[in-house]
């Protein structure tokens, strides 16, 4: 019985000085924790990620996805320092036309940008979700202060009478805007960027753009109050995402083609985030140059951004990181972070939804942070 004892403490033993021999030792600790981008060779460039031309069979190791090469110390310390730049190698700014994104505009509000505007919230939204819009209106996009303006942004619709509803409704919210590309989830990246386009050739005063999902609730006090610590020059504001593993199947499958890194470079999430007018041009002008991929956030403040230099403003309240969905007899104001700037719902179908979104927002507006009535939650919201 004693032996086993000894066996066992012996085995706990060299597994603990294994540990701490990869963790100290910098050649292994740095080729086990290296981000899987900084290793894969550059298809199109044919050239590895410290600029070494790559041979044939290294290249056809790359087409074919296989396991990347090994890395001296030092090779590691330059693969470190070469890992912003190495987006820019695979989606550089090409000297010629990429993406016209000249779509013609079909509809667009009058007057919308008029005047002391400081705020633009634009929502991408879908046809059939008429509550949703009717409910924003009404709630967070309501006019409660004169300088800020909501508009929604859609693309062409399947039916020709879906298409004219939406010219009704606009003559009805003046607030609709719709470009001619068709309006499908595969097109977000279009509908995003048309974003960016609508307030540039709109827009002439110096302004904050807040790009929304439709099924996102801004809490526009708490934005209003971080805006206004700003000016709006150089911003790029929204929840910080610094590590996403890329997914190459299903809805939100990029393929290889597309982009050839297993993680994404850091970007914000695309349920709400918010650019000055100057970063809205200058990703905009770069758009046209840079071949699309399909996950809009990715592309916009991620791809673009990265190689235009843009740094994000990390907000870890913006966007609430949990989809929030309906308890009963329980008050919102004890789930949601009292400092959150942007909560996603989440429900069965769109009716629901607004409702959950008209509830929520009821809540929330009366939540108190004394010991009278119903105290906001302090909970931290949980990184993606």
């Not at 086990?32 to 600029?51: A, C, I």
């Not at 439709?214 to 929840?239: F, H, N, W």
Request: hydrophobic content about 40%; glycine content about 4%.
């Amino acid at each position: 019985m004693r032996w086993i004892k000894s066996t066992f403490f012996v085995i706990v033993f060299l597994s603990f000085c294994f540990s701490l021999f990869i963790l100290l030792t910098p050649n292994i600790s740095s080729s086990y924790k290296q981000n899987s981008w900084e290793r894969l060779p550059d298809k199109w460039l044919l050239v590895d990620t410290v600029g070494s031309p790559l041979d044939e069979s290294a290249r056809t190791s790359a087409l074919e996805g296989s396991s990347p090469r090994k890395y001296t110390g030092k090779q590691l310390k330059e693969l470190r320092a070469y890992r912003k730049d190495d987006i820019k190698a695979v989606f550089r700014r090409q000297p010629y036309i990429v993406n016209n994104l000249d779509h013609k505009l079909l509809i667009s509000p009058r007057n919308k940008c008029q005047g002391n505007v400081t705020l633009l919230m634009v929502a991408l939204s879908q046809y059939k979700n008429i509550h949703l819009r009717s409910v924003i209106r009404k709630t967070w996009g309501a006019p409660k202060k004169s300088d800020v303006r909501l508009c929604f942004i859609f693309g062409r619709q399947n039916t020709t009478a879906w298409d004219e509803d939406l010219i009704l409704e606009s003559q009805e919210h003046h607030d609709i805007i719709q470009y001619d590309f068709l309006d499908t989830y595969e097109n977000l990246v279009l509908k995003s960027l048309s974003i960016l386009r609508w307030a540039n050739d709109h827009c002439e005063r110096d302004l904050f753009i807040l790009k929304v999902d439709d099924d996102i609730l801004m809490m526009t006090s708490r934005l209003y109050a971080r805006l206004s610590q700003l000016k709006p020059e150089g911003v790029l504001l929204g929840y910080y995402n610094p590590h996403s593993v890329v997914i190459r199947g299903g809805r939100w499958g990029v393929s290889r083609t597309d982009f050839p890194f297993s993680t994404f470079p850091p970007y914000l999430m695309g349920g709400a985030y918010v650019m000055s007018s100057d970063v809205s041009r200058t990703l905009l002008a770069s758009a046209k140059h840079v071949s699309l991929i399909p996950i809009e956030d990715v592309f916009i403040t991620g791809i673009l951004a990265n190689i235009n230099y843009i740094r994000h403003i990390s907000e870890f309240y913006f966007v609430f990181s949990r989809k929030f969905s309906v308890k009963l007899n329980e008050n919102a104001c004890k789930r949601v972070p009292m400092k959150t700037i942007a909560l996603h719902l989440d429900a069965p179908n769109e009716r629901l939804l607004s409702d959950l979104m008209l509830l929520t927002y009821k809540q929330l507006s009366n939540c108190s942070t004394t010991n009278s009535g119903v105290v906001q939650s302090r909970i931290i919201p949980k990184p993606l």
